[in-house]
């Protein structure tokens, strides 16, 4: 007999446990699936919960306001200043994002998965979800593996996919206009990272900062992405780098080199003078661990016909940091409300789930096309052009302002005029100005984003239109 529920949520991890949870306190009799036995709920693979760990304190506090729910040591490891933001050559520092968290992972996911379980939601473990079922094109339930390895379905009204990036419902979906099967490998990250104790020899806030979260960015070290070091409490840190496919295969060729993403974690390292002393901290078995994490704006659409996605499932982390804590915890919160929603009102069409779109978009979605336009630019500039444009290209102002998808609004043009030398730079700021001017109409898109179905594919024609054009004229070129 195959069984039935109102709601399935695949996957819980962030997004899935507050989408299961939301959805489960609005009375949906709501099922997660997901492959972790219940004291490991929300690991990713076997590497264990891979992340960066940081978090914005705006996002903790939109958790708390919408459901109530505070969030404490020991699963907040500790509070940071804000982000800070080094050039290659570490002579500038710009302050990204405000006060924030470093996470103590397998800790939070275990919380917010006894949260969504009280509001009575059922944890199902050991499951491998395998696809959608698909009737008439509408989503109508899952299909996978129990833990004897025995195929299973399981109906229900709403699906929501919080599987993560490598989602197989999303995969699965008939191909249509909402939701895209796969994100292209030039919108993704390949990053590692380990959990370290260290012993700090000497100071040097460049390198270690137990305040700050540190991102380096350094197209040698890290191509088409960044080095971070993220302090946790006592002196351990989360360590660790991202890259790009085309600009690391750029940079071997330009350098000769032969270096993957597990040599240049090695390399950006033992770069840092600071790290001395290093030990494996692997509490929870989460010490080191490889994975993918999407860097372009969330899918234009979040649903499908009896289907939702949050979190990594619909590309959500933020194009140039790839902080994809808030985004999936928000979602989820959005998507368990709606979906609670359109189970009381007995209606799951995508008219009345299209508010999720909406919400999601007013909330935080309509900065991250503006967003992934400055990525694809920032990836096209080698480390000489980055030092350059930190010291003359912006202010700090200008800088943060362009790190939340907002356009400054001062003249740049001024700026060429007065400060600039060299045709490589200049052609940089030009590039800049173009990049910048492509943001303003993203976000303008974004602004006017679709508050029905019917209004979506012209908008969303445009906007793939405005972003192939940036796509085209800039094309990685890390050395
Ligand atoms: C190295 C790295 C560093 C990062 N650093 C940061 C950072 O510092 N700050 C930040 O904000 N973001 C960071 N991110 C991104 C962040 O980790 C993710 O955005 C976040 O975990 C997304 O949560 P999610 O709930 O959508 O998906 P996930 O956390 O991936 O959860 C998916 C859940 O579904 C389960 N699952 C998947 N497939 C199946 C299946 N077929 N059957 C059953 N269960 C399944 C998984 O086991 C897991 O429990 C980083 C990512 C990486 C890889």
Redesign the pocket.
Known sequence: MEESYDIVV????????LAAAGAARGGAKVVM????DYSK?????NWG???????AKTHVDFIEKEIGLKLNEPHLDLKVDGVLVLSPDLSKKFQFEGEGYSLD?PKI?KLLVDYAVKQGAEYRPH????GPIIENNVVVGVF?RDEKGEQFKIRSKIVID???????IRRKLPKNDYIENMVSTDDIES???YIMKFKPEGEDLRYYDPKN?LIHLNQELAPGGYG?V?PKTGTRI?I?L?VEKKSIEIRNAKLNKKDTLHTLIDQYIAWNPMMKGLEMDNTDENGK?????TVRRQFDSLIYPGYMG????MA???PI????????MTA?VLAGKVAAEAISAKDTSMEFLWKYNVKFNEVYGSKTAALEAFRVYLQSLNNDLINYGMHHFLTEDEAVAISYGNVPEISLASKFQKLLSGIANINAFKNLLYTRDKMMKLNGLYMRYPSTEKEFLAWKRIVNAELHEVKQRFQPNPV
């Open positions: 695949a996957g819980s991890g962030l997004a899935g446990s699936l997901d492959r972790n709920a929300g690991r990713k693979t919960w891979v992340c960066g760990d940081a978090v992972r996911a499951v491998e979800v395998e996978g919080g599987l993560g990036i490598a989602s197989t990053t590692g990272r979260a971070w993220f989360n660790g991202g661990g490889y994975w993918s994490v949050a979190g990594d499932s959500m982390p933020n940091s790839a902080g994809g804590i808030g985004p999936a989820g």
